[in-house]
């Protein structure tokens, strides 16, 4: 690093490489620095749950070497197989159960980060509770390798449910889903751990490419026909952690009976084991992994305000007609205000991209909402940052970038705009 430094190399920290916004990836000559063989895990202790590990730790890995404890990682997301926990740091991952676990920010405990004069600023403590001065380690949480190196963890873990329930519903409109998403808050209250939903296009993707619907037989051919095993136009995925299932099922049967009995939900069931809760679930995560085989993607990661959340992909619907086949569904964290909005198209069409991400982002600025909310900015939203926040809050941005990366060697073309 230190030869670096004198050459003024400039390099990118890589992790699991599954960023969707191409901060790990180099735009010029940067060196990669992968940090995959720094995946040593170097203490858990089972008394506070406080895990510390090296930045290299595939995020998987580490939920099952604390799962033998009977902790589980406070952040759970599709990409656990490959992502590492040094990038979940570095891109301030959000991910399926943040409504419960809270973000990083509350979750990790201490980082060892390697600074761009080659120091190596040790904040690797395990204490819940520390106010000693400024905390540092929030710049790094979500800084995208633009401030510092990884190289160390501690996170505090969470003691892991032993009666973990998940329901299906399917609704009639997106004010159903809302609806449905505050009664969970009222009537599970402490034990939601996630409520995921997605739409009919975003369905029938899911269910094209091996997921099963499990509250309808073959998918219809429209999207909103809701007779008894037709698709319907949204669905619900809700899950709890708790740790008594007798109690956990009693609060989730009243939620159910509510819902049903409400109108807002049309169909619902309740997954009977572990390969149904599975099965359920892959409805949910499988989108991402079908969206490829549709052609080109245009991926839109928002926070907005949550009634507005479906608005955006009707309306962005509405301005797809001059490019025939290309199609917007949408799904996302709706518990933490997070719309994956999503565009598919059999051809890539160069002009879309030009007029639509515009639009979305102008749309999104509006309404007060976020252009990025979970997956950063990297190259390909980095000069898009206005669109959220100030010049004011940019200038203090670049003012800690230029003071502790002064010579611009650590991810340079990534999250800041171009001056
Ligand atoms: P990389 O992609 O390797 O790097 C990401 C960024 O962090 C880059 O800027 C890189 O330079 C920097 N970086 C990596 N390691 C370090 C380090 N040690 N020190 C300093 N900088 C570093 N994201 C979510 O937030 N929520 C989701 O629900 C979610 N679901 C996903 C589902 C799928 C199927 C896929 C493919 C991705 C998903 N993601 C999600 C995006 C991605 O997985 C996350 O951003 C993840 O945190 C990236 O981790 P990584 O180790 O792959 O980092
Ligand atoms: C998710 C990542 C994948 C995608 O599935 O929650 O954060 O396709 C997303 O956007
Ligand atoms: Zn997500």
Same mark, same amino acid.
């Given at each position: 690093m230190v030869s670096q430094i004198i050459r003024r190399l400039a390099l990118v920290p890589q992790g699991g490489?599954? $960023? &969707? @916004? $191409? !901060? =790990? @990836? *180099? @735009?010029?000559?940067e060196i990669i620095l992968s940090l995959s063989r720094m995946n040593k895990i170097l203490s858990f202790d089972p008394a506070s749950g406080a895990l510390v590990a090296q930045a290299g730790c595939i995020l998987q890995n580490l939920d099952d070497h604390v799962a033998q404890h009977n902790f589980l990682m406070p952040l759970d997301l599709g990409a656990k197989g490959s992502c590492q926990i040094g990038g979940n740091i570095s891109t301030n991952a959000g991910g399926l159960r943040l409504l419960r676990y809270g973000p990083l920010h509350g979750s990790v405990l201490g980082l060892e980060v390697v600074l761009a004069n080659g120091q190596v600023l040790d904040l +690797?403590?395990? +204490?819940?509770?520390? /106010?000693?001065?400024?905390? +540092?380690?929030h710049l790094f949480i979500g800084s995208e390798g633009t401030l510092g190196v990884v190289t160390a963890v501690s996170i505090q873990c969470a003691p892991r449910p032993s009666s973990v329930q998940v329901v299906f519903l399917g609704l009639e409109s997106y004010a159903a889903v809302t609806q449905v998403l505050s009664k969970a808050r009222k009537m599970l209250g402490e034990i939601l751990s996630a409520f995921e939903f997605l739409d009919a296009e975003c369905m029938r993707i899911s269910t094209s490419f091996?997921? @099963? /619907? *499990? &509250? $309808?037989?073959a998918p219809a051919s429209d999207a909103g026909s809701t007779q008894s095993g037709q698709i319907f136009p949204f669905y619900a995925l809700v899950e709890t952690h708790g740790s008594n299932g007798a109690h956990d099922r009693e609060k989730l049967d009243a939620f159910l009976e509510a819902v049903m009995a409400d109108g807002e939900a049309c169909d619902g069931t309740v997954a009977e084991n572990v390969h149904q809760a599975s099965q359920i679930w892959k409805i949910r995560e499988g989108i991402s992994e079908a969206l490829p085989h549709c052609g080109a993607v245009y991926k839109y990661d928002v926070s907005l305000p949550t009634p507005l959340m479906h608005r955006l992909v009707e309306e962005v619907r509405a301005q797809l007609?001059?490019? *025939? !086949?290309a199609l917007a569904l949408g799904y996302g964290h709706v518990g933490d205000g997070n719309l994956h909005l999503n565009i598919v198209s059999p051809k890539a069409y160069p002009d879309l991209k030009a007029q639509i991400e515009p639009f979305v982002f102008e749309w999104v600025s509006n309404a007060n909402g976020?252009? =990025?909310?979970?997956?950063? &900015? $990297?190259?390909?939203?980095a000069d898009a940052i206005y669109h959220t926040q100030s010049p004011t809050a940019v200038d203090v941005m670049r003012s800690i970038k230029n003071l502790l990366d002064p010579q611009h060697i650590l991810n340079p073309y990534k999250m800041l705009p171009k001056d």
């Open positions: 490489n599954t $960023g &969707l @916004v $191409g !901060g =790990s @990836v *180099p @735009v010029q000559d +690797l403590r395990t +204490l819940r509770k520390d /106010n000693t001065g400024i905390h +540092l380690k091996g997921s @099963v /619907n *499990p &509250l $309808g037989s007609a001059q490019w *025939p !086949g976020s252009i =990025s909310a979970e997956h950063g &900015l $990297g190259q390909m939203k």
